[in-house]
Antibody, heavy 116, light 112 residues
Framework: QVQLQESGPGLVKPSETLSLTCTVS????????WSWIRQPPGKGLEWIGY???????NYNPSLKSRVTISVDTSKNQFSLKLNSVTAADTAVYYC??????????WGQGTLVTVSS | DVVMTQSPLSLPVTLGQPASISCRSS???????????LNWFQQRPGQSPRRLIY???NRDSGVPDRFSGSGSGTDFTLKISRVEAEDVGVYYC?????????FGPGTKVDIK
C-alpha cells in the first residue's frame, strides 16, 4: 500500500523559506510523477506544482517565481520550497502521487503557519 | 486559469435518498490525447481529499458503487444513488487538462 507523509516546520517567519518533504513508502518514487497541493484554513484547494519522473517540473504561475520542487530518489522523497512567504501562504500542504487524473494517493497534510 | 464552478454549494440530503452535484468548466476539458481530465474528490471533516472518480467516470478502487460520474466537454455531474452517513463532507471537482490544474469551490454535503 502506497503511503505519503509530509514533514517539515509547522511555523515559518514572514519573508523566510517554507521547506517540506514528502516521504513515499510502499512504492518507488521513480516510476511516477508527484505533486504539491495546498489548502488555506477553511478554504479551497490550490495545485502548487508537480515534478515528472524525468525530473522536469511545472509550477503554478501564481507562485512560479517562489517555488521549487525536487526529488531525491535515493531517499524516496520529494520536496517543496516556497520562498519569501507571507501570511497568505498559511495553509495545509498536501503531497500527492500523480497529475492530471488528480492524484490517486495523498498525504495526510501538514499545517504550515506563517507568523512572526 | 480554467474556472470550475459547482452547484449547489450546500446540499442537505436525507439518508437513503439520491444526491447530485453539478460541475462546469470555463473551457472544454478534452485534452489533446482524447481524454477528459475531470476528477471528483471527497474531503471528510478533518481528513485529506480522497479521489473518488477520475477522468469523468472511472471509480477509484474501494469507492462504493453508489458513486458515479458523468458528463463531457464542460458539464459534469457526480451522483450518489443513496446517501449514507459516511458521505458527509465536501466534494470537489478538479480539472487536470489545462495548467494550472484547478478545483471547484466545493459542495458541502450534510444530513438533514
Amino acid at each position: 500500500q502506497v503511503q505519503l507523509q509530509e514533514s517539515g516546520p509547522g511555523l515559518v517567519k514572514p519573508s523566510e523559506t517554507l521547506s517540506l518533504t514528502c516521504t513515499v513508502s510502499g512504492g518507488s518514487i521513480s516510476s511516477y510523477s508527484w505533486s504539491w497541493i495546498r489548502q488555506p484554513p477553511g478554504k479551497g484547494l490550490e495545485w502548487i506544482g508537480y515534478i515528472y519522473n524525468s525530473g522536469s517540473t511545472n509550477y503554478n504561475p501564481s507562485l512560479k517565481s517562489r517555488v521549487t520542487i525536487s526529488v531525491d530518489t535515493s531517499k524516496n522523497q520529494f520536496s517543496l520550497k516556497l520562498n519569501s512567504v507571507t501570511a497568505a501562504d498559511t495553509a495545509v500542504y498536501y503531497c500527492a502521487r500523480g497529475l492530471g487524473s488528480g492524484g490517486d494517493y495523498w498525504g495526510q497534510g501538514t499545517l504550515v503557519t506563517v507568523s512572526s | 486559469d480554467v474556472v470550475m464552478t459547482q452547484s449547489p454549494l450546500s446540499l442537505p440530503v436525507t439518508l437513503g435518498q439520491p444526491a447530485s452535484i453539478s460541475c462546469r468548466s470555463s473551457q472544454s476539458l478534452v485534452y489533446s490525447d482524447g481524454n477528459t481530465y475531470l476528477n471528483w474528490f471527497q474531503q471528510r471533516p478533518g481528513q485529506s481529499p480522497r479521489r473518488l472518480i477520475y477522468r469523468v467516470s472511472n471509480r477509484d478502487s474501494g469507492v462504493p458503487d453508489r458513486f458515479s460520474g458523468s458528463g463531457s466537454g464542460t458539464d459534469f455531474t457526480l451522483k450518489i444513488s443513496r446517501v449514507e452517513a459516511e458521505d458527509v463532507g465536501v466534494y470537489y471537482c478538479m480539472q487536470g487538462t489545462h495548467w494550472p490544474f484547478t478545483f471547484g469551490p466545493g459542495t458541502k454535503v450534510d444530513i438533514k
